[in-house]
Structures are given as C-alpha cells and as structure tokens.
C-alpha cells in the first residue's frame, strides 16, 4: 500500500524496503510500481528492490533502464546490474558508457565492470580496463578506476605504473 502513497519520498522508500521481502507478493508489486509509476524515486527503487531479492525480471528491466530518456532511471538500471553481480551485464555497462559520452570514460563505473569481470568466454572487460588505465589522455582518476577494476580481477599486475604513481601521489600528500 505504501508503495502507492502519494509522497515520492514515502513510495520510493516503501518500495526500497518492499525489496527485502522476497516473494511473489513483493515482486509483483514491485515490477508494477516500477512499470506504472511515473515518480523516478519509487521507480530506481523498485527497480533497486527487485535487483535485491533477486527476481527473475530484473535484468531485462534494468537494460531497458539504461535506454531511458531520465539519466535517473538509467542510472537505477546500473545500479541493478551491479547489484545482480553478473557478468553477464558488464559488456551492455561498457556500451551504455560509451554511448553516454563518447570518448570519455567513467572511473566508478569502470570499476563496477571490473567488479563483474569479463563475461564467460570473453575478454572484452579485461581489455577495454586495459586501454583505459593505459591511455595517457585519460583524467588519472578514470585510470586508476580501470586499473581498480583490473585490480578486482586479480590483474593489477596488467596496470602496475598506475598503481605506483596513485601510492607516490598519496605518499606525497601524506609526507605534504
């Protein structure tokens, strides 16, 4: 019923906690807040709470989350992805990316990626976290997201220089 209330903030926390409760109950209350409501909180939260318990329908949600016109919503569709771990979903994350900001590069999420590691049978993850922690005319902060990711993998060896000008940085600040 909460998950209806007329205040945002009240439907989207409702939905969020609703997601806790795994059961056919919940779940098909949540994929209908999530397909009907209109208010983007109770929607990224619906969305959140059936990532969480782990429903059926959430990944095919969630990609089409990341298509929508509210950079909220595609955010939320993230956010679900990551929360199902998969790998599966770490190449649609990397197009997503590109297609947001072509050229550019997003440390955190390249960090998720590397979170969920390459899909089965591929190494485009591996790569593509390769390429951008090793590409000089990334922002230091998209290379060590990549070179974390890669670090999440077990191949930080891959990206060590990274790694040592992000400890001679902190040294430097330390010693600062």
Known sequence: VLVKHSNENVAGAAA??????AGEMASLTLRDAYARD????????ALGG?????????????LAALNDENIVIQGG?????????????SVAMLEYMDRQSPG???GDLLE??????????S??????????????TNPFEVRYGA??????????????????VAYARNTNDTLM
């Open 16 to 21: 969020q906690a609703l997601g806790r409760f």
């Open 38 to 45: 209109a208010r983007f909180h109770v929607r990224i939260h």
């Open 50 to 62: 059936l990532a969480r318990m782990r429903d059926p329908a959430t990944a095919s949600l969630a």
């Open 77 to 89: 569709g993230l956010g679900a992805l990551e929360g199902l771990g998969d790998s599966a979903y």
């Open 104 to 106: 550019e590069a997003d």
């Open 112 to 121: 998720v990626v590397g979170k969920l590691g390459d899909p089965p049978g």
């Open 123 to 136: 190494t485009a993850v591996r790569d593509r976290l390769v390429a951008e922690a090793n590409k000089k």
């Open 147 to 164: 070179a974390r990711g890669l670090k999440t993998m077990g191949l930080a060896t891959l990206v060590k220089p990274v790694f040592d």
